[in-house]
């Protein structure tokens, strides 16, 4: 069971953005805090960001400073993260998973997004 | 805070115990959690708070340390436990993973 329902795979050209979504999909993960971490296949995650849903109070990673952008809010249960001046090496899955305390409890399906000319 | 987990590939027998090692380059106290990545998926939380399961892992799974030494222990190692395990800290912003250990059968 997929508790978190990201949107569907991406292609982009360098210097374009591309906007993932991630729906919660139970009510028992549904107003949680969301973070953002992707994963070129091969490697270990990179965590990019997180959002407190009640207060709409972002963080994100300083490798992703003033590229990334996350938004969402306890009215509607969909987060969402904007990644900007895509380059080839942004190619790789992209997760939102549920805030535990810190740790990451339950994780989307993932989005692919592919960077190529 | 750089997480370095070794090894980086451990060969063990099914039935067998595996210890996972996860240093980190300064105290995280036991902000540490513990991950499992079967191919093609998502990782998945086992371990939260160095040594707490995560709901549905089972209890061949433990976790221990505190400070900047961190172990993760499989016994009676299982078919499906022979994939990559990560080790992330949530002590300091930016949180970090480590490189991962790749468990595979001997």
């Known amino acids: 069971q997929v508790l978190l329902v990201q949107s569907g795979p991406e292609v982009k050209k360098p210097g374009a953005s591309v906007t993932i979504s991630c729906r919660a999909s139970?009510?028992?993960?549904?107003?949680?805090?969301v973070h953002w971490v992707r994963q070129v296949p091969g490697q270990r995650p990179e965590w990019m960001g997180w959002?407190?849903?009640?207060?709409?109070?972002?963080k994100v990673s300083p490798e992703f400073q003033g590229r990334v952008t996350i938004a969402g809010n306890t009215d509607a249960p969909v987060v969402y993260m904007e990644v900007r001046s895509l380059g080839s090496d942004d190619t790789a899955i992209y997760y939102c998973?549920?805030?535990?305390?810190?740790?990451?409890?339950?994780w989307g399906q993932g989005t692919q997004v592919t960077v190529s000319s | 805070i750089v997480l370095t987990q070794s090894p980086d590939t451990l060969s063990v027998s099914p039935g067998e115990r595996a210890t996972l090692s996860c240093r980190a380059s300064q105290s995280l106290t036991t902000n540490l959690a513990w991950y499992q990545q079967k191919p093609g998926q998502a990782p998945s939380l086992l371990i939260y708070d160095a040594s707490t399961r995560a709901t549905d892992t089972p209890a061949r799974f433990s976790g221990s340390g505190s400070g900047s030494e961190f172990t993760l222990t499989i016994t009676s190692l299982q078919s499906e436990d022979f994939v990559h395990y990560y080790c992330q800290q949530y002590k300091n912003w930016p949180y970090t993973f480590g490189r991962g250990t790749k468990l595979e059968v001997k």
């Open positions: 139970a009510s028992r993960v549904s107003g949680k805090d």
């Open positions: 998973a549920t805030d535990q305390a810190g740790a990451l409890s339950h």
């Open positions: 959002i407190n849903v009640a207060n709409e109070k972002t």
